[in-house]
Nanobody, 126 residues
Framework: EVNLVESGGGSVQSGGSLRLSCAGT????????EAWFRQDLGLEREVVAS???????TYADSVKGRFTISQDNAKNTLYLEMNSLKPEDTGTYYC????????????????????WGKGTLVTISS
């Protein structure tokens, strides 16, 4: 049983920073990826960043250079460091675990993930 619990969300002003944590992560298989997704009202859930068992990462173009995904396997925790936040970063952030895409370096899609947390809300004001 994989139980993912996100924390670290909140409300900050544009330009601020937040660090999200996801406890309970563990690779169920070495071909699995851990990822952060976000979803705003009325929009599809989109992948923000992912990391595989070898530490290889992917980032959405909109967050490159601002967000950093990392994992602490000893603590079974996934992190998302978010800097230079913008109002368009607002949404509910979910961590997820699932098979990595067959194409190396490709970000996973939400429908391919097996385990999900309940999300943590991030609100960025201008």
């Amino acid at each position: 049983e994989v139980n993912l619990v996100e924390s670290g969300g909140g409300s900050v002003q544009s330009g601020g920073s937040l660090r999200l944590s996801c406890a309970g992560t563990r690779y169920t298989h070495d071909t699995y990826c851990e990822a952060w997704f976000r979803q705003d009202l009325g929009l599809e859930r989109e992948v923000v960043a992912s990391i595989d068992a070898k530490g290889r990462t992917t980032y959405a173009d909109s967050v490159k250079g601002r967000f950093t995904i990392s994992q602490d396997n000893a603590k079974n925790t996934l992190y998302l460091e978010m800097n230079s936040l913008k109002p368009e970063d607002t949404g509910t952030y979910y961590c997820a675990i699932g098979p990595c895409p067959a194409v190396a370096g490709k970000a996973p899609h939400y429908y391919g993930m097996d385990y999900w947390g309940k999300g943590t809300l991030v609100t960025i004001s201008s």
